[in-house]
C-alpha cells in the first residue's frame, strides 16, 4: 500500500487542531494582557509615524485591528473546517462539506461572542458587539472561500 496515496486525502489532525488550539491562545493572550491592548497599539503607531495627528493615529489603529478581526476570524473558519475533516475520511460529498463549513462557522461564531464577553469582565478591555459583526464578516469570508473553491 503506498503510504503517501492513503494519507494525502485527508488533512493532518494534529497540525489543524494544533492551529485551532493555537488561535484561541492568541486570543486569549490578546484579552489577558493590557500591552496587547488598543491603547498599546496607538502608542506602537503614533512611535512608528510621529507624523500622524492623533486622530490619524487613532483611525489607523482602528482599521488594523477591525481588519485583524476579519482576517484572524475568517482564517479561524478555514482551520476549524480543515480541522474537522481531520477527523474523516475523503472523500466528502459537497452536502458533507458544506454541513462542515456551517459547524465550522458556528463554532467561530461562537468563540467571537465569547471573546467580547469575557472582554467585558476585565478592566483594562472593552467587549463590543459590533466586534462580533466584524469577526460574523471574517466567518463569512472563509465560508465564501470554502465553498468557493473548486
Not at 3 to 18: A, D, E, M, Q, Y
Not at 31 to 47: K, N, Q, Y
Amino acid at each position: 500500500m503506498n503510504r503517501h496515496n492513503s494519507t494525502s486525502s485527508r488533512p493532518n489532525p494534529v497540525l489543524w487542531w494544533s492551529l485551532a488550539l493555537g488561535f484561541l491562545a492568541i486570543i486569549a493572550a490578546a484579552w489577558s494582557r493590557p500591552e496587547l491592548g488598543a491603547d498599546a497599539a496607538r502608542a506602537f503607531v503614533a512611535h512608528l509615524f510621529p507624523a500622524l495627528t492623533g486622530r490619524q493615529v487613532h483611525l489607523a489603529v482602528a482599521m488594523l485591528r477591525k481588519a485583524a478581526h476579519v482576517i484572524g476570524y475568517g482564517l479561524f473558519t478555514l482551520i476549524l473546517t480543515n480541522a474537522i475533516l481531520s477527523l474523516r475520511r475523503a472523500p466528502h460529498t459537497r452536502a458533507d462539506l458544506s454541513r462542515i463549513v456551517v459547524i465550522s462557522a458556528l463554532l467561530a461564531l461562537f468563540v467571537a461572542i465569547l471573546d467580547e464577553r469575557l472582554q467585558m469582565m476585565i478592566s483594562f478591555r472593552s467587549g463590543a458587539g459590533q466586534d462580533v459583526g466584524i469577526d460574523f464578516l471574517g466567518i463569512l469570508a472563509g465560508v465564501l472561500f470554502r465553498l468557493c473553491r473548486p
